[in-house]
Nanobody, 123 residues
């Protein structure tokens, strides 16, 4: 049973930082692209960031470029999202996702999803 479990969400003031973690278990994620999506109230789920197995390729939504950094530790089967300079528009449930292989272009349908962690930014 594949499981992705997010943690690290919470309430933070605008301008602050949070670090999200995603713990992967149930199989080896060798060769998998992993990443983050988010869904704000009343909005569709949107792509945030992704990282290839080697960590050599990362991708970010324009809205988070320069503020968010994705990383992974393949030995621990962990992925992280460092979020800096948070603003109210970053308030959302953040989901961890994974897909086999290298994902290029639009990432429409990840193979696996986590349950999500709430991030709330107060202005």
């Amino acid at each position: 049973q594949v499981e992705l479990v997010e943690s690290g969400g919470g309430l933070v003031q605008a301008g602050g930082s949070l670090r999200l973690s995603c713990a992967a278990s149930g199989r080896t994620f060798s060769g998998y692209t992993m990443g983050w999506f988010r869904q704000a109230p009343g909005k569709e789920r949107e792509f945030v960031s992704r990282i290839t197995w080697s960590g050599g390729r990362t991708s970010y939504a324009d809205s988070v470029k320069g503020r968010f950094t994705v990383s992974r530790d393949n030995v621990k089967n962990m992925m992280y999202l460092q979020m800096n300079s948070l603003n109210a528009e970053d308030t959302a449930v953040y989901y961890c996702a994974a897909s086999a292989g290298v994902v290029l272009g639009l990432w429409a349908s990840p193979d696996y999803w986590g349950q999500g962690t709430q991030v709330t930014v107060s202005s």
